[in-house]
Nanobody, 120 residues
Framework: QVRLQESGGGSVQAGGSLRLSCAAS??????MAWFRQAPGKEREMVAI????????WYADSVPGRFAISQDNAKRMVYLQMNSLKPEDTGIYYC???????????????WGQGTQVTVSS
């Protein structure tokens, strides 16, 4: 059993930055990911990191603005978000699963989410 707890969300103006954190307890699986869900839209992958090798993947909308990282010793995963845009608004979820994929169903464990609101 893995428990995930997100933190760091909030309200910022466009162009601002936020750093999300995800604390994991238990024996985590191979891949950690950040997903987000905007109002009225489906949940989408934002960034993925392999907990074993550190490889990363990003959604097409965020490279160069977002960066995912991890601290294995602390069982923490982070999402640094810079140059935020209003379209980045949504609930951000941390997820853990055995395969590093953009598909939601591949992830076994989910956090409760943290709200990010970017105003123009």
């Amino acid at each position: 059993q893995v428990r995930l707890q997100e933190s760091g969300g909030g309200s910022v103006q466009a162009g601002g930055s936020l750093r999300l954190s995800c604390a994991a307890s238990g024996y985590w699986q191979k891949c950690m990911a950040w997903f987000r869900q905007a109002p009225g839209k489906e949940r989408e992958m934002v960034a993925i990191i392999s907990t074993s090798g550190g490889s990363t993947w990003y959604a097409d909308s965020v490279p160069g603005r977002f960066a995912i990282s991890q601290d294995n010793a602390k069982r923490m995963v982070y999402l640094q978000m810079n140059s935020l845009k209003p379209e980045d608004t949504g609930i951000y979820y941390c997820a853990n699963g055995p395969r590093c994929t953009a598909t939601m169903n591949a992830y076994t464990y989910w956090g409760q989410g943290t709200q990010v609101t970017v105003s123009s």
